[in-house]
């Protein structure tokens, strides 16, 4: 089958980097060393290596054998890493400033203007959690309800971090949290709800318990609050003074309340109310002080819901048309006027008045520039701004998913609390976000060797160095992400329907086209342009680095959904299928398609041995599988009892990891391990030095830089999880856990590249000879054949054993040899290979890339030496890391000789480089 081509023009393309005195520099291009041929393989080709994978030969479907689980604990050790911020819910802001909200794990979190979280957990000797709702006072504390099995608080926290329970119940409940006079609290409590009791707590924390019934409540603008009652039949609006006065409003006959009261300038109250025989029938608007009650007469609103009072005295409110599926946002002025966006520009699915409640709920917020800002819960969720005007304008396109409530501070910037972040939006629409791992997806390794993630909730990018540490480049929204050949980060924008590229630094720029529509996975493929699933229009994408884009068309595509790279030039996808299940494709080099079906949903894709693509499903059962490049469908079912397969990914040593998700003994998941010769073993994770099991409940995994793994941490609050995994006994007897380099040993017998000696050593330490490095690159290729031409060297004749591996790469250029006065050359299969001739093999084998433009990476390698080219590249690429110094850039040593463990490393990191 063969993909149509659509080419599209080039969309806005990103200015060139500039120096700090706004020129353009260049670097002028080196010259070439003579003899070098061209037109050979890339890197892609050459060097894309894959590890060895579980092969069954003869087998379309592989079953696990029938034995006990091996316990291979203690392999693993884990390190959990999450966001400062967990399950964030009920902010309010104190009069200097101070942000408070609770955590659904941590307790009470605290951020000063332009400060960093603070986390309070102390509540009066157990720990604070399980907050429902709290509100800050003019003295800068902040009163919170705290609830559980059993023990459920109310307290206050003062801001150097005094903890005062004041009320404490193993069986009332305490909600409604309202602000009082002098610094005091109202709430309502009882076993049963809705109808409760109302509390006051003066500013001292003397609490009376009154015998006044009450449902809602709202703080009036006169220290009374407004709530709601029914006294025999009939509904009222009663009123309760700072000295706990009584006075009710009854509303008419045959109608009740709705939730969500807002309190006027003057001491009223505004509410809705409907016919107690209908619940789904057409709300009325009223307002109500101690003079009576009155509504508004408008047959113009036919559903108003979410109240909310401008600091004008405005009330603003949705009125939504259940019948219709219209919604709009209206305003009541001062005079009374009635004032009324256009229908919103959103899709409400199986909008009914009831179900227009729980969307639009609280979700208008009054600033001081006199707009309403608001949060809609659309797909995608936005925040946008109306004005007087009554013209909405976007303020975040892609806002935090599952919000737990707003504040505002003095009107100048909005709060937003969702999942494991909480947003700051200020007026002029600059984000600041909190929490900084929050839901994380689409891992990558960024160019800068650090971990970089989709923070799913609040739509930025994490990344993650070294130390632990992580922080936020602040996009508008991102889906997928992947590091780009240029050495930037590129993502999907679904949202916006384009592709956006992130450098290390923060500086982000944006591609779009006509064609573009809701892209997704994306994906660094190996002819050096970014390719994406472009959902919306049922194609897969692609984008040079310039900006060009094109689109294949292949018949019958359903949904394409997750892309990888492939080993030969080819890249493949999954595609998920209406009717249930995937299928799985490959695209080669020549736009040439093939696709296999499959009965289950597909989670993860992940390249394999021979180009192979390995996959995990939805299914127990067949929990992974592997697709080989003529198409045919391996399924593999892993020992367990009751697992739900989630991610996949090649690991260090030539194993494949598998992680899945379900409750044994405690435990919230298992990391299966696929090693090359099929056999598979639960690892339990254990937290160094304490052999705890922590609740990670794993995700998406991909493999690290030093010889480690990262997993997505379900049970965390979605935070992640570095497994630092053991290399344990390699295939040498002269190899095991103690050597620097037994990762990439056993890595480089599980690729097949070396069988070692036939005592069943490899000899780490000892010096490769130049014909042994050409077996490596050739086995590394997939033992090409050469050209049937006369040999290339005079010193290796078909009679000598290397003779394929050496004459393939005289061949290509990748090896010129020592040329001889009478115009031949040697090869001199025996002499060790050096350091800088190594470079060059390898480089000349990526076809040559020129390395950035920056300072020497080795201190002992200048631009002057021959090889500087190859050798800066292989620095700036980590795949040579050198000899640290003091005070100093790190020594390559050119001249020394090879070893067989460097030379491992060495493939193993440029393998790493192409995945």
Request: contains cysteine.
């Amino acid at each position: 089958m063969t993909c149509t081509v659509r080419n599209h023009p080039a969309g806005p393309r990103r200015p060139r980097t500039r120096g700090s005195n706004g020129t353009t520099t260049t670097r002028h291009p080196r010259p070439r060393v003579a003899g070098r041929r061209r037109g050979r393989r890339t890197l892609a080709t050459v060097l894309a290596l894959a590890l060895l994978a579980v092969v069954l030969a003869g087998n379309s479907s592989v079953a696990a054998a029938d034995e006990a689980v091996p316990d291979i604990a203690g392999e693993v050790d884990v390190t959990a890493y999450r966001g400062d911020i967990s399950g964030p819910v009920a902010p309010t802001v104190a009069d200097n400033g101070v942000l408070w909200f609770g955590s659904a794990r941590d307790g009470v979190v605290r951020i000063a203007p332009g400060g960093a979280p603070t986390v309070f957990t102390d509540s009066g000797g157990s720990s604070l959690r399980d907050i429902r709702e709290m509100v800050a006072t003019g003295d800068s504390s902040v009163w919170y309800s705290e609830r559980r099995i059993g023990q459920n608080q109310v307290g206050r926290l003062s801001p150097d971090g005094t903890n005062q329970v004041v009320i404490d119940s193993a069986t009332d409940f305490f909600i409604d949290l309202e602000p009082a006079p002098d610094d005091g609290l109202w709430l309502r409590t009882g076993p049963t709800l809705p109808q409760s009791t109302l509390v006051r707590i003066d500013g001292a924390g003397t609490v009376t318990t009154t015998d006044i019934a009450v449902t809602w409540l709202r703080a009036a603008s006169d220290g009374a609050v407004w709530s709601a009652v029914e006294i025999d039949g009939v509904w009222n609006l009663r009123h309760v003074s700072a000295g706990l006065v009584v006075t009710d409003q009854p509303l008419p006959m045959e109608t009740r309340p709705l939730p969500g009261l807002a309190a006027d300038l003057d001491g009223g109250i505004w509410f809705t109310v409907r016919p107690v025989d209908d619940p789904n029938g057409q709300p009325s608007l009223g307002h109500a002080n101690l003079d009576g009650v009155e509504f508004v007469d408008d047959e113009s609103i036919v559903g108003p819901t979410s109240l909310a009072v401008s600091d004008e005295g405005d009330l603003w409110f949705y009125d939504v048309d259940p019948d219709d599926d219209n919604v709009w946002i209206v305003r009541i002025d001062s005079d009374g006027h009635v004032h009324r966006t256009a229908p919103l520009p959103y899709v409400w699915p199986n909008l009914t008045s009831s179900s227009s409640w729980t969307n639009l709920s609280n979700s208008l917020v009054p600033m001081a520039d006199g707009t309403v800002w608001s949060w809609l819960h659309t797909n995608p969720y936005e925040v946008f701004s109306i004005d007087e005007t009554m013209t909405l304008t976007p303020e975040i396109s892609r806002a935090p998913t599952r919000s737990t409530g707003f504040a505002t501070l003095d009107g100048t910037s909005l709060w937003i609390t969702s999942g494991s972040s909480i947003v700051e939006v200020a007026l002029d629409g600059e984000r600041t976000v909190h929490g900084t791992i929050s839901a994380p997806r689409s891992l990558t390794i960024g160019p800068d060797g650090a971990l970089w993630w989709v923070n799913a909730r609040s739509g930025a990018i994490g990344r993650l160095d070294s130390n632990g540490t992580p922080e936020l480049v602040h996009v508008e929204s991102a889906d997928s992400l992947t590091t780009g050949p240029d050495g930037h980060l590129w993502f999907t924008d679904s949202i916006n329907d384009r592709i956006g590229r992130l450098a290390v630094d923060g500086d982000t720029g944006y591609f779009t086209d006509p064609g573009i529509s809701s892209p997704t996975a994306i994906v660094a493929a190996p002819d050096g342009r970014l390719w994406f699933a472009n959902a919306g229009e049922a194609t897969i994408g692609r984008v040079g680095v310039d900006g060009t884009f094109d689109f294949l068309s292949i018949d019958d595509l359903e949904t394409p959904a997750l892309l990888a790279r492939g080993r030969h030039g080819d890249v493949w996808f999954s595609e998920h299928l209406d009717g249930g299940g995937s299928s799985i494709g490959r695209i080669t080099a020549d736009d040439e398609m093939q696709r296999q079906a499959h009965p289950f949903r597909v989670n993860a894709l992940t390249l394999g041995a021979n180009g192979d693509m390995w996959f995990s499903t939805t299914s127990r059962g067949q929990d992974a599988g592997w697709v080989e490049v003529d198409g045919t469908t391996n399924s593999l079912s892993v020992i367990q009892p009751m697992g739900s397969p989630r991610g996949i990914a090649r690991g260090p040593g030539g194993n494949m990891w598998l992680t899945h998700t379900f409750m044994e003994e405690g435990m919230l998941s298992w990391v299966t391990r696929l090693d090359t010769e099929g056999a598979n073993g639960f690892l339990r994770p254990r937290t160094p030095g304490t052999g705890g099991l922590p609740n990670l409940g794993a995700g998406e995994i991909i493999a690290g830089a030093d010889n480690d793994l990262w997993m997505v941490s379900l049970y965390s609050s979605f935070g992640l999880a570095r497994l630092e995994v053991s290399c344990g006994p390699a295939p040498f007897t002269d190899v095991n856990d103690s050597n620097p380099f037994c990762f990439d040993i056993s890595w480089l017998s599980a690729r097949g590249i070396t069988q070692g000696f036939p005592d069943g050593t490899f000899r780490p330490a000892q010096s490769i000879e130049r014909q042994a490095m050409a077996a490596f690159l050739w086995r590394a290729a997939d033992e090409p054949q050469p050209d049937d031409a006369p040999p290339v060297f005079a010193d290796v004749g078909p009679t000598n054993p290397f003779y394929d591996a050496i004459q393939w790469m005289g061949q290509q250029g990748i090896s010129t040899g020592t040329p001889q006065p009478d115009g031949t050359a040697l090869f001199e299969p025996v002499d060790p290979v050096s350091r800088q001739a190594m470079a060059a093999f390898i480089w000349r084998a990526a076809d040559e890339p020129e390395p950035t433009d920056a300072p020497p990476v080795f201190a002992d390698v200048s631009p002057a030496n021959p090889f500087y080219d190859a050798i800066q590249w292989m620095g700036q690429q980590g795949i040579s890391t050198g000899t640290p110094q003091p005070g100093s850039a790190p020594l390559y040593l050119p001249g020394d000789p090879v070893s067989r463990q460097a030379m491992a490393a060495f493939l193993n990191r440029t393998d790493q480089r192409n995945r």
